[in-house]
């Protein structure tokens, strides 16, 4: 009888993109530029506090953008209009995450001489982009209030991976039936860890803290 060989197809694909991310985390130490890979369901309101703090914060901060999407690129042509600089659309064809591959060339058109920081905008999938090392500093995951408190332990695995939590759209917290001491308790079972931020990016004070949280992730000012 033959015997069977089995080829652990996912294990090799991983493996190579870890390889991929390895050069990617290179390629931006060297430029002293950090990375923040931002994951969330969809929904969620990456898209949407990614268009204020480019406008916000762009007197303050070089901000470039590579946004994931599965068939168009209506994220980056939303974003496009916060910046001047060029918001790099990557469409996955169907796939639910983004991987290193397309982070490293999409790093080719970055200027990173004069980039102080780098958004990843990931694919909306709250299972797939935890397991996708794109050489990113820090993981920041979104968490909406409109998603129910227990979000974090139906998908455990990307919130044990991440870094930093946002919870959004805090200004419909009296409109919903959503408990916020419960959804924090999720959190930290999951991942006690975690730095969390509350945000609201339809009010005036909403994002400061995650402005605070950005600037703080930013490449430092060189002094003059």
């Not at 990456?46 to 994931?68: F, H, N, P, W």
């Not at 080719?108 to 709250?126: C, P, Y």
């Amino acid at each position: 009888m033959m015997a069977v060989r089995t080829i652990e197809v996912r294990e090799r694909v991983l493996a190579k993109n870890d390889e991929l991310a390895a050069q990617v985390r290179a390629r931006l130490a060297a430029a002293r530029v950090p990375a923040i890979n931002l994951m969330s369901s969809p929904g969620a309101g990456k898209t949407t506090l990614l268009e204020r703090t480019l406008t916000d914060l762009a007197a303050d901060l070089s901000l470039a953008v590579v946004t994931g999407d599965v068939q168009t690129h209506n994220d980056a042509d939303r974003l496009a209009r916060h910046t001047d600089r060029l918001v790099q659309a990557v469409v996955t064809n169907g796939a639910c995450h983004l991987d290193a591959r397309q982070i490293l060339t999409a790093l080719d058109a970055i200027d990173l001489a004069s980039t102080d920081l780098v958004f990843i905008e990931n694919v909306g999938n709250l299972v797939c982009p935890a397991s996708w090392d794109l050489g990113e500093n820090t993981r920041v995951v979104l968490f909406s209030i409109t998603e129910g408190e227990d979000k974090p332990v139906k998908y455990p695995k990307m919130f044990q991976q991440a870094d930093t939590v946002v919870l959004t759209k805090l200004d419909l917290l009296p409109h919903v039936p959503f408990r916020l001491d419960q959804a924090m308790a999720c959190l930290r079972r999951v991942n006690p860890y975690l730095d969390v931020i509350s945000t609201s990016a339809l009010t005036p004070d909403g994002v400061r803290p995650w402005y605070d949280f950005v600037r703080a992730e930013a490449r430092p000012k060189s002094p003059r």
